[in-house]
């Protein structure tokens, strides 16, 4: 089917641009909504980045504030990670996972991001090899493996959330008890 082939096709060569070939430059609001539908694969219909969405994720910390009101690469490689990981998680978790860990740079974390996005992306490509057969087969197949992972993932995250809170406790009855 040519629809599946064609599919196969944009998993396998789109990604998101390199660090390197971000803007060098700053990107006002408008610049930075047109910008980011280059980043990610879309499936007809998907939601777009709008500036409300923006400002939103900066006010609940998950995006730094506008350099002025210029947006940088550090914005636009956040930005991707949070956008790809909202449609299967809620923001505020999407946003977890696209923070860097400690002593990470944002460059270092949003090319492991690549890498790992580039490894599901030809996973599933892979899965799409030679299916003519039952299309509803195959959507049932992806959609239980999407739900198996989504369940592991979300259960991951509320472990590394309640290790965070208890070294959060530590800390500060550390603090009280000098």
């Avoid at 923006?54 to 910390?61: A, M, Q, T």
């Avoid at 492991?112 to 057969?133: I, K, M, N, Q, V």
């Avoid at 992806?142 to 965070?164: H, Q």
Wanted: proline letters at 3%; a negative charge; aromatic letters at 6%.
């Amino acid at each position: 089917m040519e629809e599946i082939r064609e599919l196969k096709e944009r998993l396998e060569q789109e990604r998101p641009v390199a660090w390197e070939d971000f803007p060098d430059i700053g990107l006002y609001m408008d610049q930075l909504i047109s910008y980011m539908p280059r980043q990610l694969i879309h499936a007809g219909g998907a939601e777009g980045l709008t500036s409300a969405m923006v400002n939103n994720y900066i006010k609940d910390g998950l995006l730094p504030r506008a350099e002025g009101k210029r947006y940088s690469r550090e914005h636009l490689a956040y930005l991707t990670e949070i956008c790809a990981l909202k449609q299967i998680l809620p923001v505020r978790e999407a946003g977890v996972l696209a923070k860097c860990r400690e002593g990470e740079s944002v460059q270092a974390h949003y090319e492991h991001f690549r890498t790992r996005l580039d490894a599901a992306l030809s996973e599933t490509a892979h899965a799409l090899e030679g299916e003519t057969g039952e299309l509803e087969e195959l959507a049932l197949e992806l959609a239980l493996r999407s739900y198996a992972d989504k369940l592991a993932c979300r259960r991951i995250l509320a472990l590394l959330d309640a290790g965070r809170e208890s070294e959060e406790k530590k800390t500060k009855k550390n603090r009280k008890e000098k």
